[in-house]
């Protein structure tokens, strides 16, 4: 098990650790898009090679798992994410990002409630590119998620959201049996995603 995947299990039972009087535990999946802001070197946009990253990951596919608990007011959960994408068939980066989330509620109906809240965590950034070596980083996370969610029968519901991150995560670029050339850096990412929720 990776530093990433037991971050998240302590993380997830820390949640629940500060949410024990609440009522209901939830457990739940997203899917959605997201694009990242990629910051290159001066260095890596002087050399000769000059590598594309700004387009690797752009309005790309991305899934995640997540627990936690709701509250009258909220709710507080855990996050683990996943994106990856390659560009021209060569450049490719993934990010995995490890966030814990707090949503205050603002309920329109008995069944629909806007969210709106904070988010902190990690990011690990993969350098996987053709034709260089790979590297890979862990960063922070910082950002904010607003949405609406409709409960859907007694134990399910679905959700619609944005979110918007900040992170410091950078990787060295490297062609294969040469020194650096640069480095990369995710500065923002934006992703608009879908989810579906089951309470027990």
Do not use: C
């Amino acid at each position: 098990m990776n530093k990433l995947h037991t971050l998240a299990l302590a993380t997830t039972l820390g949640i629940f650790s500060l949410t024990a009087s609440a009522a209901e535990n939830f457990a739940g999946a997203t899917w959605g898009k997201t694009s990242v802001n990629i910051d290159r070197s001066s260095s890596l946009k002087q050399s000769a090679a000059n590598p594309d990253f700004d387009n690797v990951i752009h309005k790309s596919g991305t899934w995640g798992i997540r627990a936690g608990q709701n509250t009258e007011q909220g709710r507080y959960y855990a996050t683990y994410e996943n994106v990856s994408d390659n560009y021209a068939n060569t450049y490719k980066l993934r990010q995995q990002n490890l966030i814990g989330s707090y949503d205050a509620f603002l309920p329109l109906t008995d069944s629909t409630r806007l969210f709106g809240g904070g988010s902190l965590g990690l990011t690990k950034l993969e350098q996987e590119s053709k034709g260089y070596s790979r590297d890979s980083d862990i960063g922070y996370l910082v950002g904010l998620q607003a949405g609406i969610l409709q409960d859907v029968g007694d134990n399910a519901s679905v959700e619609a959201g944005y979110r918007y991150l900040r992170s410091n995560a950078g990787t060295e670029v490297s062609p294969h049996g040469e020194r650096k050339i640069g480095s990369i850096d995710v500065h923002s990412s934006k992703q608009l995603y879908l989810g579906v929720n089951y309470r027990f």
